[in-house]
């Protein structure tokens, strides 16, 4: 077996605000092969884009990587100085933003943003870079590429500044890719487009892809493994067809159970995660799940479980696997389970940050 082209080691990324420390990146690990494409999902504020922005080295202020390793090819990323993660962004790793509307100059042409893509990292002359602007767009499917390159971001689609952003993303030949969620705000005709994109670029050019989404339906179609994130931690990794048949974790077995299947006959209601993701100041103990968590015992409660071979290729972070878990004992947490009130918890949280 080659050695992954990223490996992620411990990674701990935190803000030090006025309320207290956020940790936002709290111990993940994970690796990526060559021409690999694997999905991060779980729900906004798990931790998915700060741990993509903590390997380009591109965490906002107050936050800071404070402890692990980026390894790629080889190299701690954590470790580079200014001119080496400037050369290593853009050149070796790429990433599409969620809204390329937010991400491309207003007041720049489409065809002179992806040049300078090129020519900022010295990766190509001023010329060369002039060459294959067009190329680029025709490859993205952007129709009359020689006419588009002289617009301005407002005169494309929303589906048009999404594929020019993956232009500029592949423009120097990187060998990772991060799509941070590519099909937000796209009709569902341009969001199948989007994919079949990334997946013949995959396959033509052997980029490997880390791709951020909340569409399972998404990491069904284009991955190969799937990483699982609540409150910052890595809870469950594996294979998209284990996790999908088989979740051991609760919450990515209710991740699943909230979304509408359209490949099986509906068996039932689709039931939502009560409550809501835990505040990263204020972390609870044991296992950070517990307070949603429809299975949990005294255990859950005290101490938080490590992250354990389940199967082969599949890790969970869980005291109680689903499956030891009977249908009638899942069923009947369900229907026993009482209403929770978001807003008194809203207002729980309030309470608490005013006291501090």
């Excluded at 990766?123 to 002039?130: E, G, H, I, K, N």
């Excluded at 469950?236 to 051991?248: A, H, N, Q, T």
């Excluded at 509408?260 to 296992?287: F, H, N, Q, T, Y």
Aim: glycine fraction near 6%; charge should be positive; include cysteine.
């Amino acid at each position: 077996m080659s050695e992954p082209i990223l490996r992620v080691q411990d990674l701990r990324t935190q803000f030090f605000t006025s309320r207290g420390v956020v940790h936002a990146v709290d111990g993940v690990s994970f690796y990526v092969d060559a021409g690999e494409t694997v999905a991060i999902v779980g729900e906004s504020g798990c931790g998915k884009t700060m741990t993509a922005l903590s390997i380009l080295r591109l965490v906002p202020e107050p936050g800071r990587i404070t402890s692990g390793k980026i390894l790629f090819k080889g190299r701690d990323v954590v470790e580079m100085d200014g001119d080496e993660v400037r050369n290593y962004r853009g050149n070796d790793v790429s990433m599409i933003f969620q809204d390329p509307m937010t991400s491309l100059n207003p007041v720049t042409k489409i065809g002179a943003q992806i040049k300078e893509a090129m020519t900022a990292h010295d990766r190509f002359s001023p010329v060369q870079a002039a060459q294959r602007v067009v190329p680029l767009l025709k490859r993205v499917r952007v129709p009359s590429a020689e006419r588009r390159i002289s617009d301005y971001p407002h005169q494309f689609s929303g589906g048009m500044r999404q594929r020019a952003m993956i232009a500029m993303g592949l423009a120097n030949e990187p060998s990772l890719l991060i799509a941070d969620e590519p099909t937000t705000a796209l009709d569902v005709t341009v969001q199948a487009q989007v994919i079949q994109l990334l997946k013949q670029l995959n396959r033509e050019l052997g980029t490997a892809i880390i791709l951020i989404t909340h569409n399972t339906a998404l990491v069904a179609s284009m991955c190969q493994r799937v990483i699982v994130m609540y409150a910052g931690r890595v809870v469950e990794e594996g294979p998209v067809d284990r996790i999908f048949s088989r979740p051991e974790h609760p919450y990515t077995w209710s991740l699943l159970r909230s979304v509408p299947r359209v490949d099986e006959a509906r068996k039932g209601r689709l039931v939502s995660i009560r409550g809501l993701p835990p505040d990263l100041v204020r972390l609870p103990p044991g296992c950070k799940f517990h307070p949603r968590c429809l299975f949990k015992v005294d255990k859950c409660l005290k101490e938080e479980p490590p992250l354990e071979d389940v199967a082969p290729g599949q890790v969970a972070r869980c005291w109680v696997m689903m499956s030891t878990v009977s249908e009638e004992t899942r069923e009947a947490a369900q229907a026993s389970e009482v209403a929770f009130d978001v807003a008194a918890e809203i207002k729980k949280r309030m309470r608490a940050d005013a006291k501090t």
